[in-house]
């Protein structure tokens, strides 16, 4: 009977909520907007990214995280690619798998073989999603349902395949509209009743669909600009949110939510917030 190592039993992920374990981060050591990839690099290009405030601020977020039981991996920097921050994009992990994906965008290519390093050393098992453009960003998971969005970065080709690699899961492509990028920045997932998103952009026959499934919390246009949709759910109705997001707050600490405020204000600047930061590797099922 062949021997399956330990480590390969400590990668799950079952929904956006469930206790955050285990989750992978990279540090913004070289980040800046090199070539504008999407709406907010584009309103902050000329005055772009301050890397000692951006690396105080990951600091800070790493140690919340930390002070909150998460066990933070941190892959390597490289100033070759200054995305690296956002390692939601880099890869996802679906039940017992992970998943490596294959970046849309010349900027970004590359920055996986760092993931795959990584869950080699480890001696954990992933799909290679090679000749797929799929990101992490675009992929929300709630127990055996799948929401991927249907964007530039993300297309049904990968999604159709990605249905055929786990087919006991229903996997729902997300139209919305493509210059927010990806799904989690109009959209997420906090329980199993109540989720974020950013009204009319996603299409009316999709977002009817959540709206039937979820308790949907309205963000302004404002607060979307500051990703306000894009927070981290650590488990136990704890999220971590940024502070300037004041109305998305409210109305998280209204429903019973422990909104841990954190400001990552010069991360944001490059078109992502806490869930894009974080790939989450093991979340324990409550």
């Known amino acids: 009977m062949p021997v399956i190592p330990e480590s390969a039993f400590k990668v799950s992920c079952s929904s956006e909520y469930d206790r955050l374990i285990k989750v992978i981060l990279c540090q913004p050591q070289y980040m800046t907007i090199r070539e504008v990839i999407n709406e907010t690099q584009k309103h902050f290009k ?29 892959l390597p920097s490289h ?29 970004r290519q590359g ?6 390093q990584w869950l080699e050393k480890e001696q954990i098992v992933f799909d290679n999603l090679k000749r797929d453009h799929i990101e992490g960003g675009d992929v929300l998971i709630d127990r055996n349902t799948i929401y991927a969005g249907v964007s530039n970065r993300t297309n049904k080709k990968a999604i159709h395949h990605l249905q055929t690699l786990l087919p006991e899961y229903e996997v729902i492509p997300i139209p919305f509209t493509e210059k927010y990028l990806h799904l989690d920045c109009v ?100």
């Open 79 to 107: 100033k070759r690619y200054p995305e690296q921050v956002f390692t939601r994009d880099i890869g996802f992990t679906i039940g017992q798998k992970v998943f490596v994906a294959e970046m849309a965008s010349n900027i």
């Open 187 to 286: 959209f997420n997932i906090l329980s199993p009743t109540e989720a974020l998103i950013f009204p009319g952009v996603i299409n009316k026959k999709e977002a009817d669909l959540l709206a039937s499934r979820y308790d949907l919390i309205e963000v302004t246009e404002e607060e979307q600009f500051t990703l306000g949709t894009n927070v981290l759910s650590i488990g136990n109705k704890k999220v971590l949110s940024l502070p300037i997001n004041e109305k998305v707050n409210k109305q998280l600490q209204n429903r019973g939510y422990q909104v841990i405020e954190v400001d990552i204000t010069e991360i944001i600047k490059s078109g992502g917030s806490f869930r894009c930061c974080t790939l989450p590797i093991l979340r324990e099922e409550m």
């Open 111 to 116: 920055e996986e073989q760092f993931l795959k």
């Open 46 to 74: 000329n005055e772009n990214i301050h890397i000692e405030l951006a690396m105080k601020q990951h600091k800070q977020f790493v140690q919340t995280l930390r002070d909150h039981g998460v066990e933070v991996i941190l």
